[in-house]
Structure formats: structure tokens, C-alpha cells
């Protein structure tokens, strides 16, 4: 009888716990299955980034100024390196820490803490470094795909072009401007993975990617080259400081050069320095000098005060306004107005600007673009200085005719040029290819534009300041430029030499300003620094873009070939 109870009671029991099992199973899988559900994929769904790639940045020619390639990260789990057998692969530790190039305490110490599970050991390593690192086979290393940003054309468009960071978010020039545009939206997919890491099941599309877009800039590379060429010979030679050089196409307000010396090269970041990827051609500003001349002149045209052929007394040479002298070099007594162009006359600039306002002066400047942005989007950009006062004095408006007082850009004062070179329309500046011709608006009167131009071709003649910037075969007109940098209290010794000019003068297609700052030694007038520059780059330009040549005059093709004998090469 004792026995049968007790068999029972095991019975009831194994019964008992077999409902309570079965109880359980079904509470879990059938009645409240979202835990275990959680669980499962707290240990198996993974979320998947698809690769992206940078958009390229290309010439208007669709020459690569800026593409992405792919490499390599090396990162490691500190709590899988932290593992018996990791531990004893001494010789393949020493080895990583070689090919990185990294001593192997520093290596060793980045994974000394177990409780991180995810830490770079380095970024951007090449196929080949990475292949070496995977036949390592160190248990808690692994290697990621990404890419790298380079740079072609290395220093002649790096201030442009500008470079990104290790991350590939742009940091100067074009690629900061232009980051969002240029960046790719990676795409997330939600997979399911086993123990090993494997795909076993593709859930479905998170997000979608976007792809980047390409930029496609209006800058001719060959031209691009070719300027930077010979700006940087030219900076050494006379040991300037800086020097800057913009070429613009008058016909559609597109920018085909822009350059600076010295550059870098922004394929080596060790060497990266924030103020030598400043792109001075459009954020450092300088007075204008003697550049500034024949906007004024078209502003005395337009207001009256003088017409094309009208003589201008400059006689004795000199006067005092408020204390101050202005003078030109010597008397040149009563000259035409293209005789005042051609031989930089202060004291016929000083008499024409005094009869004029003040407010004439400066709304004739803001037309032709000075003091105001340009609009083309570039890092940095400087909208120069063109002064507002309340009250003007008689040596503050002399000053002004004869290019001090304000400050302009190099590419506010190539942009005014093309102004000029265009018959008195200006386009809005682009640096980024258009898809359709921009519209142009009449900012001064043409006969005006087109009498000024006339009387900057003999600035380039035999009785001229720029006779170095003649072109064999071409009509050029230009001004030259000298002034001294301002410093605290008045001007000090140091100069600016500029010139700005224009080709073929018969039909005008390009414009160009060449700033050379600080140059050193006997020679630092813009005839002298400038253009030499100017001639050798607009040469090359006109020749590159099949441009037929208009003629020029005797004297300046007789002036061409010899001042060409004379252009420095180092």
C-alpha cells in the first residue's frame, strides 16, 4: 500500500513539473514571446552601412582635381586582443606596430583596457598595408573599408580646391564651401547575423543612400598650371611675400584661373598649416594704386567732368591739399586724359576727382564691383574696403583717384577690369560651371568702357609704364600699380606691385590682375613684377584657347620681343 502511494506521489510530481514546463513554453512563445523576441535579436539583428564615395571636383574640361580612393582602417576590440592566445603573439604585435609605423608600447597601450570594444589603430592605410596586416591574422585586429581624398594636381589648385579632413568633410577651399553638395548619404540595411558574423537573412532597406554629385568648376587646368608656373618663378625671383594671379573670361564672368604662391600640397596633411591654405586671392585685401586710375576716369566721363580728348593742366606738378603734397614724378604740364593713364599722372587723377562728389566716386566703384562679394560662394571671401564718410576732404578724394584709402581684392579688381574689357556689362562671377549662359546688366555707359579701354593701350607702348607686358601679335591694354602697405601711423617701405590688363584689346575675351606682394630688392613696381607675369600667362592663355591674334602696333610687337629676352627664369 506504501509503496503504491509513493508511486503515485513520483507520478504526480513528474506530471506537475511537466504542466509547469509546458505551462512555461507556451507563456513564453505563445502568450508573451516579445522578451525572448528582444533577446534573440539584441544578439543577432545588425544594422549594415553601405559604402559611399565622395563626390569629384573636376576642371571645366573634366580634368580630376579632387577624387576618393579607397583604403583601409585598422581598429581593434580590446577585450577579444585581451584573450590567452592574442597575448602570445608577440612577433605579430611587433610586426603591426612596424608596418604602422608606431613604437610597440605606444600599439600596445591602446588596447590595454578590456573594457573597450572598439579603437583605431590607424586610419587611411593603403591595400598593400592592409593586405600585410590580414595575413597577420591577430585575433581582436580587423580592418574596415574607407577612403581617402587626393589631390592630382597637388599645389597649383590647393587653395581652390581646398582639401577635407581624415573624415572626408571638407575644410578649405571648395570641398568646405561645397561640402553638402559634394557628400554622399550612406544607406542603412537591417540583417540578421550568426555567432561568426555571417549574413544568415536580409531584412529589408532602413534608409536610402544618396549619392553624391560631381562639381564641375569653371578653372581651365592648363591655364590653371601655366599661371601658377610662372607666378611662382616669379616669387622667388623677387623674393615677395605672397603673390596672387586671377584670370577671368569677360564674355561670361567665369573664372579660369586663380592662383597663389606659396602653396602646399594637400596630399601631405603632416605638413597641413591654416594660413598657408588661405586662398589670398579672395581674402587678403591691399590698395589698388595706380590700378585703380581708369575706373575713375570713366567716372569723370560719366559725369561730365572731362570727355575723351579733353587736356588736363597738371602744371607745376604738385600741390598741397590739407597739408599733404601729392606730386607725379615730374612736371608733365597740360596732358590728355590717355596721356594721364599712360604716365600714371596723381596730379591729373587729384584734378579730375575734385571735381567730382564723393558720392560719384564711390557709386561708380560699387558698379564695377568693389566693396560688395563677388557671390561666388568661396571660403573666406573679403568684400575689400571702399570708406563712407560723412565728410570728405580735398586730399581724402586725391587720394582715392590714385588708388589709396580703399582696399580691393584680386578678384574684385579682375572682375572691374572685365567690366571694362566688356563694354561696361557685368557678369556675376562663377566659379562652378553654369549649364546656361548668365545675364549680364549695363553698369557704365559702353562709348565710356570703350574710351578708357582705347587709352590703356597706350600704357603698354613705347611712352607707357607696362611696356614688359606686351604680346607678340596681340593688342593689349593695362594699368600698372605700385603702392606702399599701409602700417600703423602711415605707410612704411614695403610695396605692392600690380598690374591689370586685358586681350586682345580689339575684341577683349580675357581679363587678368597679378599681385605681387612684398617683393624684395631694386625692383618692386607692378611694370617691373607684375607684368613680366601678365604677358607670359595671357600669352600661353590666348595660344590654349585658340584666340586669333588682332595685330598689335609695331612698337609694342618690337616692345614684346625684347621685353620677352628680359622675363626672369629661374
Excluded at 577585450?79 to 608596418?99: C, F, I, N, P, R
Excluded at 536580409?202 to 590653371?224: F, K, P
Excluded at 601631405?268 to 576716369?297: C, H, M, W
Excluded at 571735381?355 to 571660403?379: A, C, H, K
Amino acid at each position: 500500500m506504501l509503496t503504491g502511494w509513493r508511486f503515485l506521489t513520483v507520478c504526480g510530481v513528474i506530471l506537475f513539473a511537466f504542466v509547469a514546463l509546458f505551462a512555461r513554453a507556451a507563456w513564453i512563445q505563445v502568450v508573451s514571446p516579445d522578451r525572448l523576441r528582444l533577446e534573440g535579436d539584441m544578439r543577432s539583428l545588425r544594422t549594415t552601412v553601405t559604402s559611399t564615395t565622395r563626390g569629384m571636383i573636376m576642371d571645366r574640361n573634366g580634368e580630376e582635381l579632387a577624387v576618393s580612393v579607397p583604403v583601409q582602417a585598422v581598429w581593434a576590440d580590446p577585450k577579444q586582443v585581451h584573450t590567452e592566445l592574442s597575448l602570445e603573439k608577440g612577433q605579430a604585435w611587433q610586426a603591426l606596430a612596424d608596418v604602422l609605423g608606431v613604437p610597440h608600447e605606444t600599439l600596445m597601450k591602446r588596447v590595454e583596457n578590456p573594457q573597450r570594444r572598439f579603437v583605431y589603430l590607424q586610419r587611411q592605410v593603403t591595400p598593400a598595408v592592409a593586405e600585410y596586416i590580414r595575413k597577420l591574422r591577430l585575433p581582436g585586429v580587423h580592418l574596415r573599408p574607407e577612403e581617402r581624398r587626393f589631390y592630382p594636381t597637388g599645389e597649383i589648385n590647393a587653395h581652390l580646391v581646398g582639401l577635407t579632413n581624415i573624415d572626408g568633410n571638407g575644410i578649405e577651399g571648395i570641398e568646405r564651401g561645397f561640402n553638402e553638395w559634394l557628400t554622399a548619404q550612406a544607406g542603412e540595411r537591417r540583417v540578421r547575423k550568426d555567432r561568426n558574423g555571417r549574413v544568415i537573412e536580409d531584412l529589408g532597406v532602413v534608409s536610402e543612400a544618396r549619392q553624391a554629385n560631381n562639381i564641375q568648376l569653371t578653372i581651365d587646368q592648363r591655364i590653371q598650371a601655366l599661371a601658377y608656373r610662372s607666378l611662382k618663378r616669379a616669387t622667388e625671383y623677387y623674393r615677395a611675400t605672397s603673390a596672387s594671379l586671377v584670370m577671368i573670361d569677360v564674355k561670361a564672368g567665369e573664372v579660369l584661373a586663380i592662383v597663389n604662391s606659396p602653396s602646399f600640397n594637400p596630399n601631405n596633411r603632416s605638413q597641413y598649416q591654416s594660413f598657408r591654405a588661405r586662398n589670398r586671392a579672395v581674402t587678403d585685401t591691399y590698395e589698388p594704386g595706380s590700378t585703380i586710375k581708369p575706373l575713375i576716369v570713366v567716372s569723370a566721363l560719366e559725369n561730365g567732368v572731362v570727355n575723351a580728348d579733353s587736356i588736363v593742366d597738371t602744371s607745376p606738378g604738385w600741390m598741397r591739399l590739407g597739408g599733404k603734397r601729392v606730386a607725379d614724378h615730374r612736371n608733365l604740364g597740360p596732358i590728355s586724359v590717355q596721356t594721364i593713364l599712360q604716365r600714371s599722372s596723381n596730379m591729373g587723377m587729384a584734378r579730375m576727382a575734385l571735381q567730382e562728389t564723393p558720392e560719384q566716386l564711390l557709386d561708380t566703384l560699387y558698379r564695377f564691383g568693389l566693396g560688395i562679394d563677388s557671390g561666388m560662394g568661396l571660403v573666406g571671401e573679403s568684400t575689400g574696403l571702399v570708406p563712407q564718410r560723412r565728410r570728405w576732404s580735398d586730399i581724402e578724394r586725391a587720394t582715392l583717384s590714385f588708388g589709396y584709402g580703399l582696399t580691393v581684392t584680386p578678384l574684385q579688381l579682375a572682375q572691374s577690369y572685365a567690366v571694362l574689357a566688356n563694354g561696361g556689362v557685368r557678369y556675376p562671377l562663377s566659379i562652378i560651371k553654369r549649364s546656361k549662359p548668365p545675364v549680364g546688366e549695363q553698369v557704365v555707359p559702353k562709348q565710356h568702357a570703350d574710351a578708357v579701354l582705347h587709352m590703356l593701350e597706350s600704357v603698354i607702348g613705347p611712352g607707357g609704364t607696362a611696356r614688359k607686358a606686351a604680346i607678340p601679335g596681340y593688342r593689349v591694354a593695362g594699368k600698372t600699380g605700385t603702392s606702399r602697405k599701409a602700417i600703423a601711423g602711415g605707410y612704411g617701405s614695403d610695396y605692392v606691385g600690380l598690374f591689370a590688363g586685358m586681350a586682345p584689346a580689339s575684341n577683349p575675351r580675357l581679363a587678368m590682375v597679378v599681385v605681387m606682394n612684398e617683393p624684395q630688392g631694386d625692383k618692386y613696381y607692378g611694370g617691373d613684377v607684375a607684368a613680366p607675369v601678365f604677358a607670359e600667362v595671357m600669352s600661353g592663355a590666348l595660344q590654349l584657347l585658340n584666340i586669333r591674334p588682332d595685330g598689335a602696333t609695331e612698337e609694342q610687337f618690337q616692345l614684346a620681343g625684347q621685353e620677352e629676352k628680359r622675363v626672369p627664369h629661374t
